[in-house]
């Protein structure tokens, strides 16, 4: 059974001087363990996409089903069900260390203390920011951002996670890991969609979609790259 | 510098012989790794006539030497004939190479050409721009990711990290043509709505 499924949903937004269709009838699959990223220009709808598939919005028409559930029952029934929207950057104390940031949520939820430390820096060493433990939450610079942003996802223990323009605000020479970051997620396991607004965000991915004017263009599942290890010269 | 090889056999040739001194067998073995089928190869006489012609025009010379026995386990009774470039033949590679990176004007009339027989009204070229678009995703699609935390230890090859750069250009090619799409999709809506007479537009 598909994990994300979206049946003909439309989405409007108005204002004083027209109404537009951010979605027009959009259907669409997401499988467990895919990695989707839907390309698009400037209000082409991919964003809206996201967060209608993340739960955050609700569709005018159709529906948004995640693992069965409807996504008409709210943002907190999603993530029960397992699905996550990585946040772009933590809001709240800018002081706070940020593993007790991450931790905190975890405690909030029931865990001990200790055991959600160990679990907040695992995520965060799985994201490759596992140095960024005992940083401020403000001194995050933006690659690593978006790294905790990715961990802080997993530690809903999701089976999708929703991410809008991971590459968007990183250095260019930094792109690459954060897409290997999400093709290794993807390949444990656990699903991710995403959003790109440059062609670069779909290298790798297992389905790339286009959007446009709120329709989708291009849905193709092509034979996809593997990540390359930089090689590092034997001699030195 | 004005000089017309004419074949791309003969600048590839020149390349190879820049990058590296060889002899004329050696020359052969590596045209034919390094560019397969893309250059058309078909007998050791193509690199020897390349190799003429390169020598005429001043772009390589060749000195005679005895072979190191360690390199070739052939017991070798000839000396071979290795070929170098001169300043002169990197110039003009360089050159020839800019030109070819440059946008082939003849091409792209072509294809402008093409494109406006196949798509004889609208619908058509809409449904042009929408196999365009799921060509460029999916080239997109199968570009390498490059993973730099296993180079933490060292540096990347010099020759690897040419090549890497060098491919990297596509992606802001694809970058481009994408966006080319989406423009032309807004032009096709745009042209629409204003033949619908439709208030509201796009």
Same mark, same amino acid.
């Given at each position: 059974?598909?994990l994300?499924?979206?049946?003909g949903v439309?989405k409007?937004?108005?204002?004083?001087?027209r109404a537009?269709?951010?979605?027009?009838?959009?259907s669409l699959?997401?499988?467990?363990?895919?990695?989707?990223?839907?390309?698009?220009?400037?209000?082409?709808?991919?964003?809206?996409?996201l967060?209608?598939?993340?739960?955050?919005?609700?569709?005018d028409?159709?529906?948004?089903r995640f693992g069965?559930?409807?996504?008409?029952?709210g943002?907190?029934?999603a993530?029960?069900?397992?699905? +996550?929207?990585?946040?772009p950057?933590?809001?709240g104390?800018?002081?706070?260390?940020?593993?007790?940031?991450?931790?905190v +949520?975890?405690?909030?939820?029931? +865990?001990?203390?200790r055991?959600a430390?160990?679990?907040?820096l695992?995520?965060l060493e799985r994201?490759?920011?596992g140095?960024?433990?005992h940083?401020?939450?403000?001194e995050?610079?933006?690659?690593?951002?978006v790294?905790?942003?990715?961990?802080? +996802?997993?530690?809903?223990?999701?089976?999708?996670?929703?991410?809008?323009?991971?590459?968007?605000?990183?250095?260019?020479i930094?792109?690459?890991?954060i897409?290997?970051?999400?093709?290794?997620?993807?390949?444990?396991?656990?699903?991710?969609?995403?959003?790109?607004?440059?062609a670069?965000?779909?290298?790798?991915?297992?389905r790339?979609?286009?959007i446009?004017?709120?329709?989708?263009?291009?849905?193709?599942?092509?034979?996809?790259a593997?990540v390359?290890p930089?090689r590092?010269?034997?001699?030195? | 510098?004005k000089?017309?090889?004419?074949?791309?056999?003969?600048y590839?040739?020149?390349?190879?012989v820049?990058?590296?001194?060889?002899?004329? #067998?050696?020359?052969?073995?590596?045209?034919?790794?390094r560019?397969?089928e893309?250059?058309?190869?078909?007998s050791?006489?193509h690199?020897?006539?390349?190799?003429?012609?390169?020598q005429?025009?001043?772009l390589?010379?060749h000195n005679t030497e005895?072979?190191?026995?360690?390199?070739?386990?052939r017991?070798?009774?000839?000396?071979?004939?290795?070929?170098?470039?001169?300043?002169?033949?990197?110039?003009?590679?360089?050159?020839?190479?800019?030109?070819?990176?440059?946008?082939?004007?003849?091409?792209?009339?072509?294809?402008?050409?093409?494109?406006?027989?196949?798509?004889?009204?609208?619908?058509a070229?809409?449904?042009?721009?929408?196999? #365009?678009?799921?060509?460029?995703v999916?080239?997109?699609q199968?570009i390498?990711?490059?993973?730099r935390?296993?180079?933490?230890?060292?540096?990347?090859?010099?020759?690897e990290?040419?090549?890497r750069?060098?491919?990297?250009?596509?992606r802001?090619?694809?970058e481009a043509?994408?966006?080319?799409i989406d423009y032309?999709?807004?032009?096709?809506?745009?042209?629409a709505?204003h033949?619908?007479g439709?208030?509201g537009?796009?």
């Amino acid at each position: 059974m598909s994990l994300l499924v979206f049946d003909g949903v439309t989405k409007r937004y108005a204002d004083a001087r027209r109404a537009r269709t951010a979605l027009d009838a959009i259907s669409l699959a997401v499988e467990p363990g895919e990695l989707v990223a839907v390309w698009g220009g400037r209000a082409s709808g991919r964003t809206t996409l996201l967060r209608v598939g993340a739960g955050l919005e609700q569709p005018d028409a159709g529906t948004v089903r995640f693992g069965g559930v409807d996504l008409a029952a709210g943002a907190e029934a999603a993530t029960a069900a397992g699905l +996550a929207y990585a946040q772009p950057r933590l809001l709240g104390p800018q002081r706070q260390p940020l593993l007790d940031r991450l931790a905190v +949520a975890l405690v909030a939820r029931g +865990a001990r203390k200790r055991d959600a430390r160990d679990e907040a820096l695992a995520a965060l060493e799985r994201a490759g920011v596992g140095d960024c433990a005992h940083v401020r939450v403000g001194e995050l610079d933006a690659t690593e951002s978006v790294r905790v942003g990715i961990a802080q +996802a997993l530690l809903v223990q999701p089976r999708l996670i929703a991410i809008d323009e991971p590459t968007a605000t990183v250095p260019l020479i930094e792109r690459d890991g954060i897409l290997a970051l999400l093709r290794a997620i993807a390949d444990s396991g656990v699903a991710v969609l995403m959003t790109a607004g440059e062609a670069i965000g779909l290298a790798g991915v297992d389905r790339a979609l286009t959007i446009s004017a709120g329709r989708l263009r291009t849905n193709v599942a092509a034979e996809r790259a593997t990540v390359v290890p930089l090689r590092p010269a034997s001699s030195v | 510098m004005k000089t017309s090889l004419r074949s791309p056999v003969n600048y590839a040739v020149l390349g190879l012989v820049i990058e590296k001194p060889s002899y004329g #067998y050696e020359l052969l073995q590596r045209l034919r790794a390094r560019y397969g089928e893309l250059l058309e190869v078909n007998s050791p006489s193509h690199v020897y006539a390349a190799l003429d012609r390169l020598q005429r025009e001043r772009l390589i010379v060749h000195n005679t030497e005895a072979a190191d026995p360690a390199e070739d386990e052939r017991p070798v009774r000839q000396p071979k004939v290795t070929y170098r470039a001169t300043a002169d033949g990197a110039v003009v590679y360089r050159q020839w190479l800019a030109e070819r990176l440059r946008d082939d004007e003849e091409r792209i009339e072509l294809l402008g050409r093409l494109i406006a027989v196949g798509a004889r009204d609208l619908g058509a070229l809409g449904d042009l721009i929408d196999r #365009y678009d799921a060509e460029c995703v999916s080239v997109s699609q199968r570009i390498p990711l490059v993973d730099r935390s296993a180079a933490q230890a060292g540096v990347e090859p010099e020759r690897e990290f040419v090549q890497r750069l060098v491919a990297e250009e596509r992606r802001f090619v694809l970058e481009a043509q994408l966006r080319w799409i989406d423009y032309a999709r807004e032009e096709l809506r745009d042209r629409a709505a204003h033949r619908d007479g439709s208030a509201g537009g796009r």
